[in-house]
Structures are given as structure tokens and as C-alpha cells.
């Protein structure tokens, strides 16, 4: 199985701040990289998929980066509505694993 | 607008089978676009994929669970379902289905149902 990474595995962040997620696979994963948001009591909520494509109806401050083994989830300026968990996932193989996850809190 | 909804029972005795349903509206469960996948959450834990299955029946499960879990479709009803045998404590968790997607990209889970908490209790 290809196992997921991520970093940091909580971050405590203001309104209006830049934020980074890393996201790494234990091999070549190609673009096979899709991350999610999830708040409490919800279900996972699909932001980014093939690494850098933003889903549809998701706001602009969300980006996604990487090939490979390494990739980045960015929200370029943190909203009241961003407070939540974040996961990777790989498509690349089965079966597919989901990183551990990232949890943004407020500062 | 794809729409998808878990239904079953919320408690299973350890040892048991949970069975659970997932009814999609507004989309073809039919199509060879899709396929049809159930992803578990222990409490406060991570994400776990279960397995999915092909509008033809044909299916994948997670190793882990491979001898215990079976997915299957019907699809005059719309409807995709999971049995879990041999339950213990350690399959206690939401249970979600979802739709795994590609097109002319990577796959990705793009729908979600809201999810059921199954308890495995006595």
C-alpha cells in the first residue's frame, strides 16, 4: 500500500493568513492526488483533485501543487469558513489511503 | 445534482454482519464513469477506503478487510450495499459511500453521502 504523510498534523492560524499543507507519498504518485476538507459532523468535501485542479464551486483561495511524492494544499488567505480538517488522498493505486490528516484551528 | 444517502442499522452486536445501503439520486449508477465506494472514519480518526464496485458488479476491497466485506449494486434501484461480517469494537465508525470519479483526469471521490454511525456493541 502507498502510505500518505502529512505535515503539520495541526495548526493554529488568524483570519486573512497564508496557509501550506504538505502532503507526501511513500512512492511516485504522478498528479494521482486529491485533497478534501472536512468539518465537524460533515462529510468530506472534495477541493482540489489531479493535484492542482480546483473543483468546482470551490473558492479561489484554494491551490494545489506537486508531483511525485510531494504536494502542497495553500489557502492564500484564511476565511471564518476554512476552520476545519484537511486530507490527501492518493488515486494512484489501490488501495487508495487518505493522509492522516491536518487540522486548521483559529490562533 | 448527485445525491447519495447511507441508511442501516446504527448498532450491530459484535459478531454480527453490518449491512448498509447507499441510494443515489439524480445520477446513473449505471454509467461506466463511476464507481461505487464505501469509505469508513473511526472516531476522531483518519479516513479509510472499503472498497468500490463497477456498474457491472465488478468490485475491489481493501485488503485489510478483504475476507470480511462485500459491495454489491443493483441497478434497478439505484442502489449500492456493503455487509461487514464478523463485526468487533474496531468497526465502529461513520461509514460513508461516495462516487470515485475520473473522466480525463485522475480519479477522485467527488460526491459524498452525509454519512451513518455504526456502533458495534453488545
Known amino acids: 500500500d502507498i502510505q500518505m504523510t502529512q505535515s503539520p498534523s495541526s495548526l493554529s492560524a488568524s483570519v486573512g493568513d497564508r496557509v501550506t499543507i504538505t502532503c507526501r507519498a511513500s512512492q511516485s504518485i504522478s498528479n494521482y492526488l486529491n485533497w478534501y476538507q472536512q468539518k465537524p459532523g460533515k462529510a468530506p468535501n472534495l477541493l482540489i483533485y489531479a493535484a492542482s485542479r480546483l473543483q468546482r464551486g470551490v473558492p479561489s483561495r484554494f491551490s494545489g501543487s506537486g508531483s511525485g511524492t510531494d504536494f502542497t494544499l495553500t489557502i492564500s488567505s484564511l476565511q471564518p469558513e476554512d476552520f476545519a480538517s484537511y486530507y490527501c488522498?492518493?488515486?494512484?493505486?489501490?488501495?487508495?489511503?487518505f493522509g492522516p490528516g491536518t487540522k486548521v484551528d483559529i490562533k | 445534482q448527485v445525491q447519495l444517502q447511507e441508511s442501516g442499522p446504527g448498532l450491530v452486536k459484535p459478531s454480527q454482519t453490518l449491512s448498509l445501503t447507499c441510494t443515489v439520486s439524480?445520477?446513473?449508477?449505471?454509467?461506466?464513469?463511476?464507481?461505487w465506494s464505501w469509505i469508513r472514519q473511526h472516531p476522531g480518526k483518519g479516513l479509510e477506503w472499503v472498497g468500490h464496485?463497477?456498474?457491472?458488479?465488478?468490485?475491489y476491497y481493501n485488503p485489510s478487510l478483504n475476507s470480511r466485506v462485500t459491495i454489491s449494486i443493483d441497478t434497478s434501484k439505484n442502489q449500492v450495499s456493503l455487509r461487514l461480517n464478523s463485526v468487533t469494537a474496531a468497526d465502529t465508525a461513520v461509514y460513508y459511500c461516495?462516487?470515485?470519479?475520473?473522466?480525463?483526469?485522475?480519479?477522485?471521490?467527488?460526491?459524498w453521502g452525509q454519512g451513518v454511525l455504526v456502533t458495534v456493541s453488545s
Open positions: 464496485v463497477f456498474h457491472s458488479g465488478s468490485t
Open positions: 439524480s445520477g446513473s449508477i449505471n454509467s461506466a464513469d463511476f464507481y
Open positions: 461516495a462516487r470515485f470519479y475520473g473522466g480525463n483526469y485522475p480519479p477522485s471521490f467527488d460526491y
Open positions: 488522498q492518493q488515486s494512484y493505486s489501490t488501495p487508495s489511503t
